[in-house]
Every structure is written in structure tokens, then in C-alpha cells.
């Protein structure tokens, strides 16, 4: 029996300022050489799959400070950039480039594509399994999309493994999750073609999982019979990361996913303070702060889900 095991990790956003979008910056990399080392002791763990932010502003110190940790990582990882890998703030001078901040964490990206600073790519990860990872940034700005090119390579891509099981890492959402993704600024946290792309695997059955991160929100919905997975960043709150389990059965790929806290209490107390007073959780809700938090954190359905993918939708699709 074929099975796949491997963890999601993603928008550490380790910050030397602490001003890290609501998130625990100076101490993320201590919270993410945690997540590792509890990583480390699983012996069925085939991979790590880090969805991007892995820093914050790009600066060269954040950089150093991801790639310490992530030596100390002894699985197999693949990578996806995000929008602060690199993203160039005005007001920061000092930020690498985002083709230099991809090929600092992953050289396997560096010369992969003709314009360097993207950085798509397909790979087997299991016999009958293909991984594909998406670049969805933008140079000048914190939405996302996937370039005409890149759609191009997807669907050549997607047409050259018609027989594998198909999982899609992406760092924006290609979907809304929630209406408040329909007003200005809070678009940005959903690729502005998202719904172009999923209307492409939506003609690839064999595409089973989307996962993506960006939006600090833990959600999942199936689409399809395609699960859609968005995990929250490991280093806000409620600083998760997510466990896959991919079996193949005589009726198909089963999926087992799980939510995992990696902070400590105190931490994750702190963690749900800087959340609830930062400018985006104010912004969310007239209600109050505490609708974002709640909203990040997720209800059950968003948390674990155990179901045969492709088989009938167990979740809605609306929210
Ligand atoms: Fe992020
Ligand atoms: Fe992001």
C-alpha cells in the first residue's frame, strides 16, 4: 500500500524588528527550530512542505536566521516563496531582491526559469505522487497571481502526469475565504486569478490537494473532490502546523490531515495578544479583534478531515 506521510509549515515571517504582521517575528526562529526538532523524531515523515513568508522584510539577518533552522532540519523539504520573500519595501533598503532570497534558501530554484525571480517547479515526491509548486508573487506588491507563463507550464504539466496524484503547493489562496476576500486590501490575500487556476484543475481530476498559506487563516474546504488546504502562519497565532497522511486504497486516495500547535502556552498566550491588537484583526470586523482571531484559529471542519479525496464533498462550499 502507498502512502505518504508530511507535514505543512508555513509564513514564519522571522523578523529582526518584531514587526512582523500581527505574528511572533523575534521569536520565530525559535518557534520554528521547535517545529523542526518535533519533526525530526517522526520516522514516517517523508517531507516538509513550506508554503513561504519564511522572513518577514527579506533582510540578509532574516535570511540567515531561516537557514539556521533550517539546517537543523533532517527530512527532505520542498519550498515555495512567498510575497515577503523578497517583497521590497520602500521604506527598506537593506531587503534582498526576491531572486537572490530564492536562491539563498533553495538553489534547486535558482536557475530554473528564465526570469529568475520566478520560481515554479514539478517533482515526484512518491511513486504515482507529483508535487507541483507555484510562484505567486508579484514584484511590487503583496497580492498574488499566477503569471500567463506559468499557466501555460501548469497545464502542460498537469497534461504530462494525467496518472499521478497531483498535490499543488501555492502561496496565495485561489479562492475567497469569506466575503470579507471582496473588499479592497483584503482581496490581496486570494491570487487575483486564483479562480482561473482552479477552473484548469478542475479539468484534472487527478489533482487532489491544494495547499497555500498567506492568508494567517486555517481553512479547508473540497472542491471536486479536491482538498483545499490553508494553514495558518506557524509564528501567529494559533501557530500551527498541519500533518498530512496520504494512503492509496482499493477506492482511492484517503486523506488523514491533523492541526498541530507548535508554541508553548506562554508563547501562544503572547502570540494571541500581538494578534488581537494588530491593525488587520481591527480592520476585519467592526465586532472587535476577536473576530479575526477567531477566524484565523477556524472552526472544526477547517482543523482535521478524514475522507476519501475524490469521493463525494465533505465539506461545503462556501465557507
Ligand atoms: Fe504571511
Ligand atoms: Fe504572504
Not at 513561504?52 to 533532517?74: H, K, S, W
Not at 504539466?157 to 473588499?183: F, K, M, Q, S, Y
Not at 498567506?214 to 471536486?224: G, K, L
Request: charged share 20%; proline share 4%.
Amino acid at each position: 500500500m502507498t502512502t505518504l506521510t508530511f507535514a505543512h509549515v508555513t509564513d514564519v515571517h522571522i523578523s529582526e524588528t518584531g514587526d512582523s504582521w500581527g505574528s511572533m517575528g523575534l521569536e520565530a526562529p525559535r518557534i520554528l527550530r521547535e517545529c523542526f526538532a518535533r519533526l525530526n523524531t517522526m520516522d514516517d515523515l517523508d517531507f516538509v512542505l513550506i508554503t513561504g513568508d519564511v522572513v518577514d522584510q527579506a533582510r540578509p539577518g532574516e535570511v540567515d536566521l531561516f537557514l539556521e533552522a533550517l539546517a537543523t532540519l533532517e527530512k527532505p523539504w520542498h519550498f515555495v516563496p512567498g510575497n515577503h520573500d523578497g517583497f521590497i519595501y520602500e521604506s527598506n533598503r537593506t531587503a534582498m531582491l526576491p531572486a537572490e532570497v530564492v536562491a539563498a534558501i533553495d538553489p534547486r530554484l535558482a536557475e530554473l526559469n528564465p526570469d529568475a525571480n520566478l520560481a515554479y517547479w514539478s517533482r515526484p515526491v512518491a511513486r504515482g505522487v507529483q508535487l507541483i509548486g507555484l510562484d505567486s508573487r508579484i514584484a511590487t506588491d503583496w497580492g498574488g497571481t499566477i503569471s500567463a507563463n506559468q499557466l501555460d507550464w501548469l497545464g502542460s504539466e498537469l497534461n504530462a502526469h494525467t496518472d499521478a496524484l497531483v498535490i499543488l503547493a501555492v502561496h496565495h489562496p485561489l479562492h475567497d475565504l469569506g466575503i470579507h476576500n471582496e473588499r479592497e486590501w483584503w482581496n490581496k490575500f486570494i491570487a487575483n486569478n486564483g479562480a482561473t487556476v482552479e477552473r484548469l484543475l478542475d479539468q484534472h481530476p487527478n489533482v487532489k490537494m491544494v495547499i497555500s498559506g498567506h492568508h494567517h487563516a486555517n481553512h479547508m474546504r473540497v472542491r471536486q473532490g479536491r482538498l483545499t488546504m490553508i494553514t495558518a502562519a506557524l509564528t501567529g497565532y494559533p501557530c500551527v502546523y498541519r500533518m498530512v497522511r496520504l494512503e492509496l486504497t482499493e477506492d482511492g486516495w484517503y486523506a488523514h490531515v491533523e492541526t498541530h500547535t507548535a508554541a508553548d502556552d506562554d508563547t501562544l498566550a503572547n502570540a494571541r495578544e500581538a494578534m488581537m491588537s494588530s491593525k488587520t484583526a481591527y480592520d476585519f470586523d467592526t465586532r472587535g479583534p476577536a473576530a479575526w482571531v477567531g477566524f484565523c484559529v477556524g472552526m472544526p471542519r477547517d482543523l482535521s478531515f478524514d475522507g476519501l479525496l475524490g469521493g463525494d464533498d465533505h465539506l461545503h462550499e462556501s465557507q
